[in-house]
């Protein structure tokens, strides 16, 4: 199996049926860096850093691969929703706290990858889940999605 193959393997495993094609596309433009021994580091794009694949196999999100995600799935898939009030924090990289999370796909496990949306599913931010989905509408305090990438603007 080339590498690609198993790139988009990993990636339609971990994100659903379609994720390797909203994220790679036509592999032509993308930039992939590695470690020493030759391992996938990184995906670029020329809008940004798609993936990094981790030691343990799984992807984490850059911002650009966000907005490719978000794209791809329907909503609510891989989404945690937000309150207008914690807009700034999360664009500006700051974590989202369950106490303001709306509403979230009700698959999301801790420590997946997910995306951070308005309720008009405008991406704010990606990053990694830190509580389930049922403790994040549960819960009035505590890390829902510890934000690794803000939307900025």
């Known amino acids: 199996m080339d590498e690609?193959?198993?790139?988009?393997?990993?990636?339609?495993?971990?994100f659903g049926a379609g994720a390797?094609?909203?994220?790679?596309?036509?592999t032509s433009d993308l930039t992939v860096t590695r470690s020493k021994s030759g391992r996938p580091r990184q995906i670029h794009a020329p809008d940004?850093?798609?993936?990094?694949?981790?030691l343990d196999g799984r992807f984490t999100l850059g911002l650009a691969g966000g907005r490719r995600l978000k794209t791809a799935l329907d909503a609510p898939s891989g989404r945690v929703y937000v309150g207008d009030e914690s807009d700034p924090f999360v664009r500006?990289?700051?974590n989202?706290?369950?106490?303001?999370?709306?509403?979230?796909?009700?698959?999301?496990?801790?420590?997946?990858?997910?995306?951070?949306?308005?309720?008009?599913?405008?991406?704010l931010g990606v990053g990694r889940a830190e509580l389930p989905a049922a403790a994040m509408a549960d819960l009035a305090s505590?890390?829902?999605?510890?934000?690794?990438d803000g939307a900025g603007e």
């Open 142 to 148: 505590g890390v829902a999605v510890s934000v690794r």
């Open 96 to 123: 989202a706290f369950a106490k303001f999370v709306t509403e979230v796909d009700t698959s999301i496990r801790s420590d997946d990858e997910v995306l951070v949306v308005r309720a008009d599913d405008t991406l």
């Open 20 to 26: 390797s094609e909203a994220l790679f596309g036509d």
């Open 4 to 14: 690609w193959t198993r790139l988009e393997r990993i990636a339609d495993y971990q």
């Open 48 to 54: 940004g850093r798609l993936v990094s694949l981790g």
């Open 92 to 94: 500006d990289g700051r």
